[in-house]
């Protein structure tokens, strides 16, 4: 395992305001990229492994990582995909549904979906009379989708290429992005390409993790490299309103552990702003993220959740009972690595993704399988690092637990279902 010098890639200031004042407050130690699965012959002496640790600025409020691993050492070969999850491929559904619905997007508009991994998303436009556009730095990803019929342009959003994709294909009556805005660092060139594709009464749809779920919740996990930034919503009405861009709409959604929508058009649009902005910063303004004390309690919660599941698995593993891991997931990773589990506690993962069986945890070198091994096998637990997907994973594994097999969660709490 190769160390990567915590003097490397250091973020010099808040990535939205510009302020060098950032308080951190949780160090989850080194750390091996979270989607960085080996496979058999790769020898585990070539991980690299960063610093995680985080801040948060004390003028914008942006929660972030202090480090900034390059995107290419994370996204060029790809081995995450959405389509693994019925949870996940219905939520698109309705969001897909929804904006078409909400903004009377005319069907044969433009619409272009920034981080389309496999096209999950632009499939559900598509079936709604949508032209469709995918932008994602995946290889793999976009041959993929490419080779679906999905259009997808191998290259990171920019300014740039906005122009070039307004030249070719028109501006954009949608844009979308899901999942993706955390894990960009020029987040105001972001903005001006933004503005640049948008047609002048487009809408632009962001769908990122929400700050206050992921303190509320204890939702340590979900802090990795890939996730640069950690949104509440007031740093984002800062950064759009820098760009002549004006936010319409927010609106919670479940996935994820707990995630916001957030509606965007040009400020020359003629589109309406909804009462729910304001309420939403009002809302926010009551849940103390201006104190130092909200993230230093948190981190104190992050180490005794550490400390009690090291020690229950030891306890139960000590006892001659076996157990694995459901859900070779990025977040899984992270609790992994941050809490120091592998083969000496769990025997094996079991995942959905094709992509990933066949290979080895990152950092902990777990081996990864197909679900089916656990049905098979019926250990007496399940460390459910998946948590997020935990009723559509309980649901499917209806026949494990009548069999005696008991799922463990971490996420908010320990608990044995
Ligand atoms: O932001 C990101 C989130 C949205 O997705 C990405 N940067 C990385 C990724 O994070 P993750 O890997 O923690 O995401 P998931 O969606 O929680 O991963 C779920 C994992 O669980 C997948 O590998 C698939 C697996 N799974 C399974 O084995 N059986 C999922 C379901 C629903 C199942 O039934």
Known sequence: MKKVSSKKYLLAACRICGSNKLYYFLNLGYMPIPNGFLSRKEPSETESHYP???????????????????????????????????????SFDVVARDIIRRFHVRKGSLAVDIGSNDGTLLVQ??????????????????????????????????????????KKYGSAKLITATNVIGHINDLHDLCKGLHVLLDKNGVFMMRVPYVIDLLD?????????????????????????????????VEKDEIHGGSIRVYVTRD?????VHPRVEKFVTEEKLKKLHLKSTYDEFARRVKIIKRDLVSFLKRIRSQGKTIIG?????????????????????????????????KYTPGTHIPIYPELKLEKDIPDY???????????????????????GQFIITIPYLRIV
């Not at 020359?268 to 309406?272: F, G, I, N, P, Q």
């Not at 997931?329 to 083969?343: E, H, R």
């Open 217 to 249: 919740k204890n939702e340590f996990d979900t802090i990795y490299h890939e996730h640069l930034s950690y949104f509440s919503f007031r740093p984002l009405l800062t950064l759009f309103s820098m760009y002549k861009l004006k936010v319409i709409d």
């Open 125 to 166: 436009f598509k079936d709604l009379g949508m032209r469709i556009l995918g932008i994602d730095p995946a290889e793999n990803l976009a041959a993929e989708a490419n080779r679906k019929g999905i259009k997808t342009l191998q290259d990171y959003f920019s300014t740039n290429l906005a122009s070039d994709i307004v």
């Open 268 to 272: 020359d649009s003629e589109r309406t």
């Open 52 to 90: 995680l640790q985080v801040c948060v600025c004390e003028s914008c409020f942006l929660m972030q990582l202090r480090h900034v691993v390059p995107p290419e050492i994370m996204f060029k070969n790809y081995l995450y995909i959405p389509s693994t999850s019925l949870t996940h491929i219905e």
């Open 326 to 358: 459901y859900g070779a997931s990025a977040k899984g990773n992270v609790l992994l690595n941050y809490c120091g589990i592998s083969t000496d506690i769990l025997d094996y993962l079991v995942d959905s993704t094709p992509y990933k069986q066949g």
């Open 382 to 404: 399940a460390l459910l690092l998946s948590w997020n997907f935990a009723t559509e994973i309980i649901n499917k594994q209806r026949s494990y637990r009548e069999r005696g």
